[in-house]
């Protein structure tokens, strides 16, 4: 035959708690009247409960008869004097009472009743909770999707920051090489020009004439944009540079030399022995590497070929 505190597990009660309800009662009928008043409190409030009881059971009235004893430490009622000794080696509690409370044993119809009502009492219990634990849940993953809403969103956001940010890179190097265009294009005008001007002067001296006048804002004009400032100014050049696999455009300062710039290209995988400046014809070998851009003249910008 099971034991009470297997009785009580095979209905479906937590271990501990069916057997602190052993313990406290010494039976099963205790045990079943316990657990259904303490259904609703945790394990830990009922030992603190036990650690802290101290009312004393009321003293009997004269001609009173005692039927049951009263546990002063704890407050539980007790059959016999047996059922107190057992109480007390398995609590330790010292203090007990007489009280004329008689304690009526179950039938078996009302313990199979008690029993019934408090499979159906923890059920509920338990179908409350699983329900709670349903709706906690929900409201878990709608935290998650909101975190993880928020998350995509910041991410978006950044990813178009930056398609901003290169746009406006390539929008700038578009225009950089637009200006050095018409720089070169100015130059290739002005000397032009100076070639016609000086093609003029020589026909002019072999014809025995006076050299043609040449009108300095006519000059001006025709040999493209002026600096609008001196060259002790600027202090970066941009240097739009061709290399065998593409066009690439880098800043450095004018004091920085062609042996720097190109020990710079070797991060890029190149290696360059000379650069060559198309207009006006200029090459640069290894032997003009000492040079400053600035003492080349390769600013605010250049275009060079790499070799």
């Known amino acids: 035959m099971p034991s009470d505190l297997e009785q009580l597990i095979d ?150 920051k930056e398609r901003l940010k290169e746009a406006q890179a390539k929008k700038r190097e578009k225009q950089d090489e637009i200006d050095a265009r018409k720089k070169v294009l100015a130059k290739l005008e002005a000397d032009k020009l100076a070639r016609k001007q000086k093609a003029d002067a020589e026909k002019a001296q072999r014809a025995g004439q006076a050299p043609p006048v040449v009108a300095e804002e006519k000059f001006a004009t025709s040999s493209g944009p002026t600096t609008s400032k001196p060259a002790s100014a600027y202090t970066e050049t941009r240097l739009a540079l061709q290399t065998p696999s593409g066009r690439i455009t880098k800043t450095f300062p004018v004091e920085t030399t062609l042996f720097e710039v190109a020990h710079a290209l070797t991060e890029d995988g190149l290696e360059v022995n000379s650069f060559t400046q198309n207009f006006p014809k200029k090459v640069y070998d290894r032997t003009d590497f000492g040079m400053t851009l600035k003492e080349a003249g390769l600013f605010p910008s250049a275009a060079l070929v790499l070799k």
């Open 11 to 160: 209905m479906g009660f937590e271990q501990e708690r069916a057997a602190l309800a052993v313990k406290q009662t010494g039976g099963l009928q205790g045990a079943i009247d316990w657990l259904d008043k303490n259904q609703d409190k945790s394990i830990e409030e009922i030992k603190e409960a036990q650690v802290q009881a101290s009312d004393e059971a009321p003293e009997l009235k004269a001609g009173e008869e005692a039927k049951s004893l009263v546990c002063d430490d704890c407050g539980r009622r007790l059959k016999s004097v047996a059922q107190a000794e057992w109480h007390a080696s398995k609590t330790g509690h010292e203090n007990f009472s007489e009280s004329t409370e008689e304690i009526k044993p179950l039938t078996e119809e009302e313990k199979a009743a008690k029993l019934e009502e408090l499979k159906l009492k923890l059920q509920d219990k338990r179908a409350a909770q699983a329900e709670q634990d349903k709706i906690d849940r929900k409201k878990n993953e709608q935290i998650r999707l909101k975190a993880t809403k928020e998350s995509q969103d910041i991410k978006e956001e950044l990813q178009k």
